[in-house]
């Protein structure tokens, strides 16, 4: 089945730096690669997401990069604020195989933006 | 769009009770997703739905656990009986197709077991 990687596992940051998260995944069947923010006491929220069939995605502050090949894809946050202050997962979403539909997350990063 | 909508917010039982949460996912979603958070295992799929029916529930911990979908507006994940290890969050998510979008995650439901 499908096997998701997150890094690092907590991350601080001043405000206004840029923060990077990075993740692997290991079924080549995965073709969808959604984000979550996850405040405290509330549901994870997507943010933004990337299919295979694109290399970058961007939104605002918040862009998304995707290396097919190599398996793995990363969140990239700049000017960061405050308020991004949450915990963050990625996700891979295979669309076949034995794993079909089998939305798997990783481990999740804390991040901290300090004022 | 009331997003996806779960009941109850919080649940604190006794250990051997049955414990039951409901799930009203987003009107015209036919996936549905069950998902446990802990801070040992992160976030766990339990079991999910396409169209009503159970796609994949190797995620189920045990027998103990049980899920239904008897139509496209509702869910349920019962326990029992309950134990301590079960204490969690548990979470509902909905999507539309199991082909990528989303899902989008209810509230959760943040269960205590005595």
């Known amino acids: 089945g499908e096997n998701v990687e997150q890094h690092p596992s907590t991350l601080s940051v001043q405000e206004g730096d840029s923060a990077v998260i990075k993740c692997t995944y290991s079924d080549s069947a995965s073709n969808y690669f959604p984000w979550y923010k996850q405040e405290l006491g509330k549901g994870p929220q997507l943010i933004i997401d990337?299919?295979?069939?694109?290399g970058e995605k961007k939104d605002q502050r918040i862009a998304v990069t995707l290396n097919k090949t190599a398996k793995h894809f990363s969140l990239h946050i700049t000017e960061t604020q405050p308020e991004d202050s949450a915990v963050y997962f990625c996700a891979a979403w295979p669309a076949g195989g034995t794993s079909y539909g089998k939305l798997t997350f990783g481990q999740g990063t804390i991040l901290t933006v300090h004022p | 769009d009331a997003g996806v909508i779960q009941s109850p917010r919080h649940e604190v039982t006794e250990m051997g009770q049955e414990v039951t949460l409901r799930c009203k996912p987003i009107?015209?979603?036919?996936?549905l997703f069950w998902y446990r958070q802990t801070m040992m295992r992160g976030l766990e799929l339990l079991i999910y739905?396409?169209?009503?029916?159970?796609?994949?529930d190797s995620g189920m911990p045990e027998d103990r656990f049980s899920a239904k979908m008897p139509n496209a507006s509702f869910s349920t994940l019962k326990i029992q009986p309950s134990e301590p290890r079960d204490s969690a969050v548990y979470f509902c998510a909905s999507s539309l197709g199991l082909a990528g979008g989303g899902p989008n995650f209810g509230p959760g439901t943040r269960l205590l077991v005595l």
């Open positions: 990337i299919r295979s069939n694109v």
């Open positions: 009107s015209g979603h036919n996936s």
């Open positions: 739905f396409n169209n009503n029916v159970p796609i994949d």
